[in-house]
């Protein structure tokens, strides 16, 4: 029996929703907005958290309120696909992307509900045990480059773990600082983005001063050119893939078998193309981490819950979310998170 097969006969019982906003100033220049979706029935309440990036699709959501016909008796599985045949947003979209991720809002929300309606608890359905959730904390490190960021964070947290994204502008003397710092577990080449402002364009000299840094780190989604691709070709066994997974037949399309792919559960987009996509990883002894979508509620939670399950021993770009602030407060949880499912639903904490 499939993953999916083992919650898709899950009964829900849905009598309404409401929507909570949420904002977090990230950094200077980009203040967060997320939407938690509330879904009520039989004294229970299921939670979900829509990560679409473009603030005005919330702000165009909030106001509409909740108006979709979601009431009635489901399954998980007829409550999905209920979903695929409405209009999510009111208005289109800023990004095709966006369905998907308000599509894991709803979706999460209802297994909640369902299950918390069930008295049990995800791990419990699944038969998987939760285990101790290996963190890493994803960063920029500013332009121009410094290690302040870094160096700030393990001043208060020494033992943490990074994922970085390098830039065209880190020169030999920093990456030489962050060598030194020891601290480096993955390298995220933001190949695969266009037009946004974490783009980096494929750069073979870079490419071959970080590969060559850090050779015991995940390199993810290098921009793979002529050029590129034959710097790399040494480290091919490193590659991990992110932006383009959304699906198994992404995994598929690779140009390399991989050895490892980051798994989003929003960018998946359902909890049928999320398990689907765990069981054809575990068939073909492809690794997997999660990653987070700058969640500021309950969606970092439950990410965590099913790294906890799923990958746990892995570097799982889902640190508390306190970690991604300018300035991190004290005493944030620290790597590993011990295992902390709620005794129902599909909560963690």
């Not at 999510?88 to 369902?114: C, G, K």
């Not at 140009?255 to 575990?282: E, F, H, Q, T, W």
């Amino acid at each position: 029996m499939s993953t999916w097969e083992l919650l898709a006969e899950l009964p829900v019982e849905i009598e309404g929703y409401v929507l909570e906003g949420l904002q977090e100033s990230v950094s200077s220049d980009f203040e967060r907005k997320s939407t938690v979706f509330h879904l009520r029935g039989r004294g229970q309440e299921g939670i979900g958290e829509d990560v679409t990036y473009d603030a005005v699709d919330h702000e165009i959501l909030q106001a509409a309120g909740p108006v979709l016909a979601l009431a009635g008796s489901h399954t998980i599985a007829s409550f999905s696909e209920l979903l695929a045949g409405l209009s999510l947003f009111p208005e289109a979209p800023q990004r095709e992307v966006s369905t998907r991720y308000r599509t894991w809002a709803y979706e999460s929300a209802a297994l909640d509900l369902a299950l918390r309606q069930a008295g049990r608890a995800l791990h419990e359905l699944l038969g998987r045990e939760p285990e101790p959730v290996r963190f890493v904390v994803s960063m920029r490190l500013g332009e121009p480059p410094t290690l302040e960021p870094l160096r700030h964070r393990l001043d208060a947290y020494p033992g943490l773990r990074f994922k970085l994204d390098p830039t065209s502008s880190w020169d030999e003397a920093l990456i030489g600082e962050l060598v030194a710092a020891g601290a480096v577990d993955s390298v995220d080449f933001k190949g695969y983005y266009s037009g946004s402002i974490v783009d980096q364009p494929a750069d073979p000299v870079l490419y071959r001063r970080v590969a060559e840094a850090f050779p015991d780190a995940w390199i993810e989604d290098p921009a793979l050119t002529p050029e590129t691709d034959a710097v790399l070709a040494p480290h091919r066994e490193r590659f991990s893939w992110d932006a383009t997974i959304h699906s198994i037949a992404d995994i598929e399309a690779l140009p390399y078998p991989p050895r490892m792919v980051n798994i989003k559960p929003s960018r998946l987009g359902g909890l049928r193309n999320l398990l689907d996509a765990y069981d054809y990883c575990a068939e073909r002894g492809i690794g997997n981490y999660g990653g987070g979508q700058f969640e500021l509620g309950v969606g970092r939670s439950q990410n965590q819950y099913l790294a906890s399950m799923f990958h746990a021993d892995a570097p799982n770009d889902v640190a508390p979310t306190g970690f991604n602030l300018p300035a991190p407060p004290a005493a944030l949880p620290t790597s590993p998170l011990p295992a902390t499912p709620s005794a129902t639903g599909f909560r963690w904490g």
